[in-house]
């Protein structure tokens, strides 16, 4: 079903993992999807599968720790489509390490991608949205900024930054008609989870009530949702999508 007909939405991180889920899946259900990753060449895959969905794409390339990208990327749609209807800020990374040996340098990188990334392009789908009186964007959290997790110190400090940052923007932009949200996925396939220690994997998988680890699809059904109609009267929320693990 077309449920995101006519959205122009813009997707970071969107060149893997559940940012391509995402990217693909909002395209199947009829919406302009923009795309962005750090670079345009590993765009290329997540492009052609919105191409086959039979929706249109616009492939971006920057760094969002950079206030200009996001400035650059909301412009770009903006000019190519006439406005922005959706943002999913999902790019993120990690920089594990016990505190003892974390660096400072460790921890800025973390704070400077995940959670100043996403700040970044708050603000700038922000004026756009609200000349529209219209917008829903999501921040991808994870289910370790409500439970916390060793050697993770700096990633759960920037994932749990998001969810004040969601519910005070929830609330400056509300009587504008943009909703913010923030969706916490918990243990999830991809290249970031596939570099942790078999050992980690392992008790995460073990902590799951549903019994396995969630794909790409399972949040991007979540964001969908939020993106569509159904999801406009949501908003300052923490959304967990994390197959029970967060439930001990
Ligand atoms: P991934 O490592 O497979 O993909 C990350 C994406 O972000 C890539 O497209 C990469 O190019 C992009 N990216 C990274 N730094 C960037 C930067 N500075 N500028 C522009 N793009 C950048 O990661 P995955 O697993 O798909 O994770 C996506 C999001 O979901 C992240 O925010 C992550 O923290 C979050 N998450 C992932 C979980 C998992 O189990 N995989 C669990 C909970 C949250």
Known sequence: MQTLKNKRIL???????????????????????????????NLEQTCAAIAAAGAESLPLEGDISQ????????????????????????AGITKDNLLLRMTEEQFDQVIDVNLKGSFHFLKAVTKPMMKQRAGSIVFIGSVVAAIGN?????YCAAKAGLHGLARSAAME?????????VISPGFIATDMTS?????????????IALGRPGSGQDIAGAVRFLQSPDGSYITGQVMLVDGGLSLG
Not at 17 to 30: C, E, M, R, S
Not at 173 to 181: A, C, E, Q, Y
């Open 150 to 154: 060793p050697g993770q110190a700096n």
């Open 195 to 207: 570099d942790l220690p078999e050992a980690a994997q392992d008790a995460m998988k073990k902590k």
């Open 67 to 90: 206030a200009s990208t996001a400035v650059n990327a909301v412009k770009a749609v903006v000019d190519a489509w006439g406005g922005i209807d959706g943002l999913v800020a999902n």
């Open 173 to 181: 932009l509300g009587s504008r008609g943009i909703t913010v949200n």
């Open 11 to 41: 997707v970071t991180g969107a060149s893997r993992g559940i940012g391509q889920a995402i990217a693909v899946d909002l395209a199947k259900h009829g919406a302009k999807v923009a795309v962005l990753a750090t670079r345009l060449a």
